[in-house]
């Protein structure tokens, strides 16, 4: 029996936590008036995720609808891999959930966040991003002993990385502030 690989059980809980690629009749007419008719699907989720334009300009609602279609294609994508390089599907599967963490965090959806990296940290426990991106939604829901554990994997895995130090001292802080009105 062969042993099935990480890379493989990562996408299975992608294809299973975007649909499996299921669409509705929605959103196709959402997107057919910018998607390109021609190419591939993978060549549609990539123009899909390039849509960081949206995001770029704090329009992290289209931004996320482009990412979570590119999702939904890329389920399809799956299920014919023998056409594609297996490394790149799964590294824009990580990306892909990776921006729909930041489009989540950004639009205050902090539990859909921590879902989207907690799936990539599933397979993926080494992803700064996704530690980071966890740990900034974990902050905003007071989750802050996850919050600091998350910070300090990611602090160990780059250590000179500015924006995970800084977050790592307001978390402490704020668990330090938490501890004393606690405690008075």
Request: hydrophobic share 45%; charged share 25%.
């Amino acid at each position: 029996m062969a042993a099935i690989s990480i890379n493989a059980i990562f996408l299975k809980h992608f294809a299973i936590a975007h649909g499996n690629g299921e669409f509705k009749e929605d959103d196709w007419s959402l997107f057919s008036s910018f998607l390109p008719m021609e190419g591939t699907h993978l060549t549609k989720v990539k123009f899909l995720k390039e849509r960081g334009d949206f995001f770029k300009q704090n329009m992290f609602d289209s931004a996320g609808g482009c990412y979570e279609m590119a999702c939904r294609l890329l389920c399809l994508v799956l299920e014919s891999m023998e056409d594609y390089d297996a490394e790149s599907v799964l590294q824009l599967a990580i990306s892909l959930n990776l921006n729909l963490a930041a489009c989540a965090n950004k639009l205050h959806e902090y539990e859909v966040a921590i879902n989207f990296c907690s799936l990539v940290l599933s397979s993926f426990p080494k992803n700064v991003k996704a530690l980071f991106r966890r740990a900034i939604a974990c902050m905003k829901t007071n989750m802050l002993m996850e919050a600091q554990t998350d910070l300090e994997t990611a602090l160990m895995l780059e250590p000179k990385n500015k924006d995970i130090l800084r977050e790592l001292n307001v978390v402490k802080n704020l668990r330090a502030i938490n501890h004393n009105v606690r405690g008075v």
